[in-house]
């Protein structure tokens, strides 16, 4: 291919009009934040916080491998709900150890939290870090009297790419429902994007793990959340995602958090007067 064919291939629309670099950036959520770094490394601190707690159980081993462990931080209340939160990086990036923060505002409400880590790619294809979280919601609900909480009352949630698990998630049959935090719903402009590089999505994994595809009258409920100032393609699959639910009779309501960002959005769950902690709370009550 010569340098004037690639570039005219590069170039070409290949989603919705756009061609690969405006795709690419229609993504990056890092870039679009111009101070995501410093709110990372906030996040580093706060957690710190939150994991010297004396009744916090660290590390946490649910598989074999190396992340495949959680975090557990309970609220104090005998048999109280649970909400596994799952983190999000693009399944690429980040770890459990920098969102223990956001158990802060569940556990001051009586909610049990754990935050749950998983192999990222491009160690682990989509379809085993779908597996692994899978396991770890299995294995809390095996284990729910060694750490107290109610077995009958295990909800997820999860920001990012973490949002996409916790959609998937909400089809299981212990969920019993889902707060989906800026969320991916349809895996396409994943699987044509940078993004892409380490993942390798295959059709199958696109088709059969695009929350949107899994869609069904009878499931659990979800409450979705992005903020007013996020990339427009993550309140677009929002909207997308809730309107097909609609269409279906599924019980999914998407909520827009005014002034919010992709990354400021999480202190509304790390608050116990937070917009997310509301929102876990209507889904529990």
Known sequence: MTDITQAMAQSA???RGMDR??????????AAVADSAQWLADWRVRSGVSRALPDAQLDVRYGDRERTRFDYFPCGAPSAP???????????RNAKEMFSFVSDGPRARGV???VVGYTLA???????????????????????????FDPHRIYVGGWSAGGHLAAVASGWPNVRGALVISGIFDLEPIALSYLDDPLRLSRREVAN?????LLRPDMVPQRLSVGSNE???????????????????SSVQ????????????????????????????????
């Not at 899978?134 to 095996?142: N, V």
């Open 82 to 92: 649970l909400f596994v939160f799952i983190h999000g990086g693009y399944w690429q």
């Open 231 to 249: 990339l427009p393609e993550l309140k677009r699959q929002a909207y997308a995602y809730e309107k097909a639910s609609h269409q279906l009779g």
């Open 112 to 114: 049990d939290v754990a």
């Open 209 to 213: 793990y695009s929350p949107i595809n």
């Open 122 to 148: 491009p160690a682990a294809r989509l379809s085993e870090i779908v597996d692994e979280i899978h396991e770890a919601i299995r294995f809390l609900g095996a284990h729910a009297g060694g750490f107290g």
């Open 13 to 15: 629309p290949i989603y």
């Open 254 to 285: 998407l909520r827009i958090l005014s002034g919010h960002h992709h990354f400021s959005i999480l202190d509304e769950l790390a608050k116990a007067d937070g917009e997310l902690t509301a929102e876990l709370l209507h889904i529990i009550s």
């Open 21 to 30: 670099a405006t795709l690419d950036a229609a993504y990056n959520n890092s």
